[in-house]
């Protein structure tokens, strides 16, 4: 589903900011990723959503070779990804339903069927009751709720998410967390970049941590029960 | 395309100020540029009136035989500069002047005004060489007395001709650069506002195509609004002028469609570029 293959990315200005990374994602996988602010976590997401792209090494997603797409092939990837940010990156002059709904209407797809999945999308998140309210009206966990309905929206392969319960109080990073479980118990490979140890440890999922730019423990290949300890 | 031009609709009603604000701009830049064509307009048309009378009168020495002017006539009216040549009796001169001169009309006698051959040029072939060159030709009939056409007068005309053409054209010019750029800036600005809409699109993948789209149609719109109501800007002028002032000529419905036009097209442009830039750089 993902491959990184010794991929590194450095900027003009910073210098790098990975160096030779190499981790998979099989389908249908849950991976935490972690490490401290800065260690590189959003850059391997930016780089899977080609936000970025590598100054080195070899990215697969959904199939894709991240080098040869180019064009309108990036929003076609993007369309088998599923992304939610920190900040929920809502339209806030729209309603719940119509964030979701939009995330259809600019892929293209057809209006009648619009309506009927947004409405699922808005129950499976559990707030189908809240259809009309504006991001404004919603607590952040709710707001979440919504984002990842939209993310939901041209039905992922794969859905990345950078540090989703960062600005959430722990009743809701409880529910969002769980949310992500279920749309991976579904099918959906999901990878989390987040700093919330507690929440890693207890998950006791597969843990990818990265530390200045590289990838220094992954419990795919060593074990487990030490994720988080060098954050 | 129906879901871009709601887009592009609802971009008015979510941020009716800004997009009034842009309109506003757009029609002022427009309509500075159009009181400044409807100047140039009005020179021009003063200066044609005055061009269509540049006139080109050979006399005719009194006895001359009509038959050997009838073929000078006909020699003449075939040169391809000439648009029309016509003779003139000394019977017609005076009763010209007579009319001419009306309370005068008693001190001419018949006789006194010689007879003459009067020669109009094509339009655009009333430069002071042409004219020289006409006259000369002219003036080799032996029945020819003498040829005026004002020289001094006709270079002078077009002097103020060529000065006003250049002045039109750099100030034009000018004129027509900053309504692009306070135009291109507006519809920047609208782009900026709605930097996070963009971003969000381009994340749940929309192709740039289909981002683009609206803000096409809302560059286009504005600048066809912008258009219009610079329009009605300079005909409100032009009659409050025409009251009180002086009555000038306003554009011709042709000019007036051509205007809306090219605000349409500034707008539209205006947005594929502020658009583009922002996309190739997002």
Do not use: C
């Amino acid at each position: 589903m993902i491959r990184f293959s010794h991929v590194s990315k450095e900027y003009a200005k910073t210098g790098p900011a990975l160096q030779d990374v190499s981790f998979q994602l099989g389908k249908g996988e849950f991976a935490f990723l972690t490490g401290p602010s800065g260690a590189g976590k959003s850059t391997i997401l930016k780089l899977l959503y080609l936000e970025e792209r590598p100054s080195r090494g070899e990215i697969r997603v959904a199939g894709l070779t991240a080098s040869s797409i180019r064009g309108n092939g990036v929003a076609a990837l993007r369309r088998r990804l599923g992304i939610v940010f920190q900040d929920f990156r809502l339209l806030e002059d729209r309603t719940a339903e119509q964030n979701v709904a939009f995330a259809l209407e600019v892929t293209g797809a057809r209006p009648e069927t619009i309506g009927p999945k947004v409405s699922r999308l808005l129950t499976q998140v559990g707030l189908s009751s809240k259809s009309n309210a504006l991001p404004r009206e919603l607590s952040g966990g709710e707001q979440q709720r919504v984002a990842i309905a939209r993310a939901l929206a041209n039905d992922p392969v794969v859905l990345l998410a950078d540090e989703p319960t960062g600005n959430l109080d722990e009743r809701a990073t409880r529910g969002v967390f769980q949310l992500l479980r279920d749309i991976n118990a579904a099918g959906t490979a999901v990878l989390m970049a987040t700093h919330d140890l507690d929440l890693v440890r207890r998950a006791n999922l597969r843990t990818l941590e990265v530390n200045r730019g590289q990838l220094v423990f992954d419990t795919a290949d060593g074990g487990e029960g030490r994720a988080g300890e060098g954050a | 395309m129906r879901l871009a031009f709601r887009e592009a609709l609802d971009a008015f009603r979510r941020a009716p100020v800004l997009s009034a604000l842009s309109i506003t701009t757009i029609a002022f830049s427009l309509f500075a540029f159009g009181l400044f064509g409807l100047v140039a307009l009005n020179i021009r048309n003063a200066l044609q009136q005055v061009e269509d009378r540049v006139e080109i009168r050979a006399f005719v020495i009194d006895g001359t035989g009509a038959e050997a002017v009838s073929a000078a006539l006909g020699d003449i009216g075939a040169f391809p500069e000439v648009a029309t040549v016509r003779y003139v009796s000394q019977f017609d001169a005076l009763a010209r002047a007579r009319r001419e001169l009306g309370e005068f009309s008693d001190v001419f006698e018949e006789g006194i005004l010689p007879a003459s051959i009067e020669v109009r040029l094509k339009p655009g072939l009333r430069d002071p060489a042409t004219v020289r060159g006409i006259s000369r030709r002219i003036e080799t009939y032996d029945f020819i007395d003498d040829v005026r056409f004002g020289e001094e007068w006709v270079e002078k005309l077009y002097r103020l001709r060529n000065i006003a053409t250049i002045a039109g054209i750099a100030l034009g010019t000018v004129f027509a650069i900053v309504a692009v750029i306070i135009i291109g800036s507006t519809i920047r600005m609208a782009v900026l506002a709605r930097a996070r809409e963009i971003s969000i699109m381009r994340l749940v993948g929309a192709t740039d195509g289909f981002i683009r789209a609206p803000f096409l149609i809302e560059g286009f719109l504005k600048g066809t609004l912008g258009g219009i109501l610079a329009l009605g800007l300079a005909w409100v002028t032009t009659a409050i002028l025409g009251r009180f002032v002086i009555v000038t000529e306003f554009f011709s419905p042709g000019l007036a469609l051509t205007g809306i036009l090219a605000g349409a097209l500034i707008g539209l442009l205006g947005s594929a570029f502020s658009v583009g830039r922002h996309l190739s750089r997002a």
